[in-house]
């Protein structure tokens, strides 16, 4: 008899894990959306090219980090070398020249906390943040996507746990909770942690990668093609990280004492980074190092009322994950 319930077991399991691999599937964007981005940068690059011809021009965030779900919006680095312009008059002058070229909605947020462009690409829909001169994004977007070059179950995760965030409104930084940029790294971190581990941290590696940004040193070790069967001894399926990431989050991460740090693959002590008190509006009630700025903790938006919101969710989650004859519905379930 026993085996028998063992048998129910695995196949409930393993049935729950297809649901997943399907909302995951449905989630990616299309080859040819993907097309149309290319596009629209291309278009992007030869408009700027003509004034700033020493510019660049560079994908960041989730178009360019691997995370991005279908229909994301595109993040845009323009970076010029010689800032003694001032970076208002080069984005209104950005758009400007935008503007005259029929893209639609241009609009210049020059006193925004990160100054953008705004835009619409008429032709395919697409809108687009420019922003100058983020080159610290650009670098943790490229260590996003060599992390999620390593193990295919980082991308399903961080897809999973964007679309829940997503869905119960706890993906939005002006309300107090977290950034899609925040949740991956909970996923790389947790992925860091499982035991025989799923990810490296690159980090505390051999570097073979090394730029300083902003007099920030980024270095770490990006011949991620050598560790493609690196989590390969953990068997683990996407059911059981989604169930054990929540249930972390809801039942185990020490949130008065402790760090996570991906760029040391292991969790710190609040107290060793002096995050114990609130400093201005930097509150630390939950705490997620930076990779490369290591002074910022990305839960720095969260504040007493929107951390009790964050943990509900993780609880709720949980229990779904736990309970629900069919959590893949109830998970996602608008708030
Ligand atoms: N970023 C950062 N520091 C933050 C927030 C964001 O450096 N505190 C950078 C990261 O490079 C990140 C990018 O800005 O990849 C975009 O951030 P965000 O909008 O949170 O993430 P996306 O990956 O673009 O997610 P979404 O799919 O929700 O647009
Ligand atoms: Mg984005």
């Not at 040819?32 to 596009?39: A, D, I, T």
């Not at 961080?158 to 930084?173: D, L, M, P, Q």
Request: proline share 3%; glycine share 4%; hydrophobic share 40%.
């Amino acid at each position: 008899r026993n085996s028998k319930r063992q048998i129910e077991c695995r196949r409930d399991i393993d049935r729950l894990n297809a649901r997943f691999l399907g909302i995951y599937e449905s989630l990616i964007p299309p080859d040819e959306e993907k097309v149309k981005q290319k596009q629209l940068v291309t278009l992007l690059k030869k408009l700027v090219i003509k004034e700033w011809p020493e510019a660049e021009l560079y994908i960041y965030g989730s178009c360019g980090n691997s995370f991005g779900v279908s229909k994301s919006d595109i993040d845009v680095c323009l970076a010029i070398e010689d800032l003694d312009v001032n970076k208002s008059e080069v984005l209104l002058k950005l758009a400007d020249i935008l503007q005259s070229d029929n893209l639609q909605n241009v609009q210049a947020l020059t006193r925004a906390r990160v100054p953008i462009v705004k835009l619409m690409d008429p032709v395919t829909g697409i809108s687009c943040d420019i922003c100058i001169n983020n080159l610290l994004a650009v670098v943790n977007t490229k260590l996003l996507r060599d992390y999620a070059k390593i193990d295919a179950r980082l991308r399903q995760l961080a897809f999973i746990v964007k679309h829940w965030a997503k869905s119960r409104g706890v993906n939005e930084t002006y309300r107090g909770t977290l950034s899609s940029y925040a949740y991956v790294l909970m996923c790389i971190h947790f992925l860091q942690q499982r035991k025989p581990a799923i990810l490296p941290c690159l980090q505390g590696m051999e570097i073979t990668y090394a730029v300083t940004v902003d007099n920030v040193e980024c270095a770490y070790f990006d011949q991620v093609e050598k560790l493609s069967s690196f989590g390969s001894r953990n068997k683990e399926s996407i059911a059981q990280l989604v169930w054990a990431f929540f249930n972390y989050w809801a039942y185990w991460h020490d949130y008065a004492n402790d760090v996570i740090s991906v760029r040391t693959g292991s969790i710190l002590s609040k107290r060793g980074k002096d995050w114990t008190r609130r400093i201005g509006n930097d509150r630390h009630l939950i705490c997620i190092e930076d990779p490369f700025e290591t002074s910022h903790d990305l839960g720095r938006v969260v504040d007493k009322f929107s951390i009790r919101v964050l943990r509900e969710e993780f609880e709720r989650a949980a229990e779904i994950m736990q309970y629900d004859p069919d959590p893949c519905v109830t998970l996602f379930e608008p708030y």
